[in-house]
């Protein structure tokens, strides 16, 4: 069977989904075979860390058909363990703080790509298009667009930022079981998400069972996530909020990252008023200081309310690594801009500074070639319409940085300036570029 054939096999699971949105399926596990794993496998990266049993995917590749025949039989009789995850811990965006994730083996890598390939195909079915995390075709920046439109749409407004205390730590198993029952009751598949629910985190030495959480870090994590939220906030929002408000009003959610916004007051302040007991009753915490309305109506509308005795001016929230504030656009008109958040430009910066010090006594044309990647990464995600000035000073500051750690090659010598512009001469660093320019769409 190629990956066509397999593509085949989801695509038609898609279909019976699509067709029959109500109906609960209670036979999947028949769906993976060895083919399926060994496209599971090809999908699964292969420069990940390596779990609690230290093996490589170099080193499970090399007798492939026998651990993924070993690995089905288990799966299907129902013997397969899931290992527990070992966990390690990653900066958060403001650097100071650090987000615990966890590392699945190689082999349960292998078999969460397969269950998740099923469970996707069921779901992406199901999912609201307010969605866009961790979803197939979906990206950030699509997210970003849509927050865009409908904000100049409805010329502004009241935005709910949520932000959930701990999310993947805190999602209630219970709760997760009843809603997977709505859609998929095979027994098999199930029980491999139970124990991969079940299978505890490893930590110096010591493994440590959870009885909330889906770690991340796992394959299987994001999907579930997904269909957790879904439920509790997106079908809610749609079906529950929205027939009952005055005025217009959307949602934006990028994984646990949402947003709401309401071109009325009083809608946003009846969403605010539930939206903790409806995050409490699902075992879920918002963050009472980061889960806000901010007033984000558009200056012009602002200026004629305070001339009336209201409003307090423009404000401005951080939505996936960019702040939202209202400028003026070449034409004189008000549009909802965007640029780097402060926090994400630290970070980006932080890990810069720490990569220059680390390589300083490398070739220059080697710190060259790093730093040019590194840039057109940065580049590529943050490369927006509007945010050319943020790009200019993160890369001026690239440059001060790359020079300070240059001149601390030796201690005897500093790299003066003038030097510093004639290395620049030689190697330049990319220029600006927009990546996801407006005008290209």
Known sequence: MSPTTVSTRLQKIAEMAREAPYMVITTLAHHIDIEFLKEAYRRTRKDGAAGVDEQTAKEYAENLEENLGSLLNRFKSGTYKAPPVRRVYIPKGDGK????????????????????????????????????????????????????????????????????????????????????????????????????????VLENGQIEYLETGSPQGGVISPILSNIFLHEVLDVWFEKVVKPRLKGKAFLIRFADDSLIACSSESDARKIMAVLEKRFAKYGLELHPEKTRIVDFRRPALQANNRKKGKGIGPGSFDMLGFTHYWGR????????????????????????????????????????????????????????TGNARALQSFVARVKAIWRKWLSRRSQRHRLSWPRFVRLLARYSLPPVVVVHSALRQ
């Open 97 to 200: 703080r650090k987000r615990p994730i966890g590392i699945p083996t190689f082999e349960d890598k292998v078999l969460q790509r397969a269950v998740s390939m099923l469970l996707g195909a069921i779901y992406e079915q199901d999912f609201l298009d307010c969605s866009y995390g961790f979803r197939p075709g979906r990206s950030a920046h699509q997210a970003l667009e849509e927050l865009w439109k409908g904000l100049m749409g409805m010329r502004g407004g009241w935005v709910i930022e949520v932000d959930i205390r701990n999310y993947f730590d805190r999602i209630d198993h219970r709760h997760l079981r009843e809603f997977l029952d709505k859609r998929v009751r095979d027994g098999v598949l199930r029980r491999a998400i139970d124990k991969w629910l079940k299978a505890g």
């Open 329 to 384: 656009s070449r034409q004189g008109n008000w549009v909802v801009k965007r640029k780097t958040a402060k926090d994400r430009l630290c970070r980006s910066l932080n890990k810069i500074a720490v990569w220059c010090k680390a390589f300083r006594h490398a070739d220059v044309k080697m710190q060259h070639m790093g730093l040019v990647q590194k840039i057109r990464g940065h580049y590529a995600y943050f490369g927006i």
